[in-house]
């Protein structure tokens, strides 16, 4: 299964709403999980289940979708979002990530 | 507190082999799949493996088929990757990591760097 997510890169400032895609290239129903990497990191699960809020992560991250397409949101973005994102598919092995959208603060 | 911790990566000659560990804590890793996932230098997440709790299932990317081998200790609370045959495209830091609820990979180690040159 093929993950396409977009933009690969954007750039928006503090209190912006943020929007990222990822579709899925067949139904992956909802086994779909967004995480967060910064540099030097290891990755930190936000979303799993296509909407379902990680334990500890701020409310200002959502994620909503089934199917193919999905979508995380931050609602305000603050600066310390500054990260890059993923979308992993839990669907069917191999599992699969998408190639990560780069947010960066204006 | 759950917490991941591998060991055992390097620098290793094309061809050559290294065994990877993940020492877990925290929690009962008997209860748990468990994967490991590597991320080439500047380069994006890419999923490796995975093993079910009792160790009975496994799964492999197919870019390291054949040459990659999960396996586990529960009573030594630590889970394994033996990897043979490596090319200079299987440098990378190896994160050994959980899954969680519903799959999702929920917890995450600090990775290991494995550097294949001559």
């Known amino acids: 299964i093929q993950l396409t997510q977009s933009p690969s890169s954007l750039s928006a400032s503090v209190g912006d709403r943020v929007t990222i895609t990822c579709r899925a290239s067949q139904d992956i129903n909802t086994y779909l999980a967004w995480y967060q990497q910064k540099p030097g990191k290891a990755p930190k699960l936000l979303i799993y289940a296509a909407s379902t809020l990680q334990s500890g992560v701020p409310s200002r991250f959502s994620g909503s979708g089934s199917g193919t397409d999905f979508t995380l949101t931050i609602s305000s973005l603050q600066p310390e979002d500054s990260a890059t994102y993923y979308c992993l598919q839990l669907s069917s092995f191999p599992f699969t990530f998408a190639g990560g959208t780069k947010v960066e603060i204006k | 507190e759950v917490q991941l911790v591998e060991s055992g990566g390097g620098l290793v000659q094309p061809g050559g082999s290294l065994r990877l560990s993940c020492a877990a804590s925290g929690f009962t890793l008997s209860s748990y799949w468990m994967h490991w996932v590597r991320q080439a230098p500047g380069k994006g997440l890419v999923w490796v493996s995975y093993?079910?709790?009792?160790?009975?299932?496994?799964n492999y990317a197919d870019s390291v088929k054949g040459r990659f081998t999960i396996s586990r200790d529960n009573a030594k609370n630590t889970l394994y990757l033996q990897v043979n045959s490596l090319r200079a495209e299987d440098t990378a830091v190896y994160y050994c990591a959980r899954g969680g609820i519903l799959r999702a990979i929920d917890y995450w180690g600090q990775g290991a760097l494995v550097t294949v040159s001559s």
């Open positions: 093993i079910t709790n009792d160790g009975s299932i496994s």
